[in-house]
């Protein structure tokens, strides 16, 4: 049997809509990521990027653990000596809620030029309105939070 490798012609990309209101982060990043890669399809293939576009909104109001927010680093470096710095979790949602989502999608996304392609088509919105109604996007729902 030979290697299924899907051709442009296959690819359907879908516009999906993710409400990650009172949602865990990682929960939301891993099921992003999976659409992003195109994983939930049946022409999924490693080397091809046959995933969708994924719209998240409410970024702003993720669920996420007050130990996580105090104790999470972000880490960048501006490439000159001593030019590291460092920001925490909480301090990064209330300044960019978006930046967070996507660094997190963008963690559990191929380092290649594959991933930077796939991370192309997430749009993260920190308020529950985004502007592709035009796409006609569809929702995609989450299973809730179970509380522990």
Do not use: C
């Given at each position: ?11 359907q990309r ?111 919105y920190a308020?529950?309105t985004h ?18």
């Amino acid at each position: 049997m030979r290697t299924f490798t899907p051709k442009q012609s296959d690819i359907q990309r879908a516009w999906l809509v993710i409400d990650a209101e009172g949602m865990r982060l990682g929960r939301v990043a891993t099921e992003v990521a999976t659409l992003l890669r195109g994983k939930h399809k049946p022409i999924w293939a490693p080397n091809v990027d046959v995933g969708d576009h994924v719209v998240v909104i409410n970024a702003s109001k993720l669920d996420v653990s007050l130990r996580k927010s105090a104790d999470k680093l972000y880490w960048r470096h501006s490439g000159y000596p001593g030019g590291i710095k460092s920001e925490s979790l909480e301090r990064l949602m209330e300044r960019a809620p978006e930046r967070v989502v996507k660094l997190a999608v963008k963690g559990m996304l191929p380092k290649t030029r594959l991933g930077r392609s796939m991370i192309k088509k997430l749009r993260v919105y920190a308020g529950p309105t985004h502007p592709h109604s035009a796409q006609l996007p569809q929702p995609h729902p989450l299973s809730p939070r179970v509380p522990s």
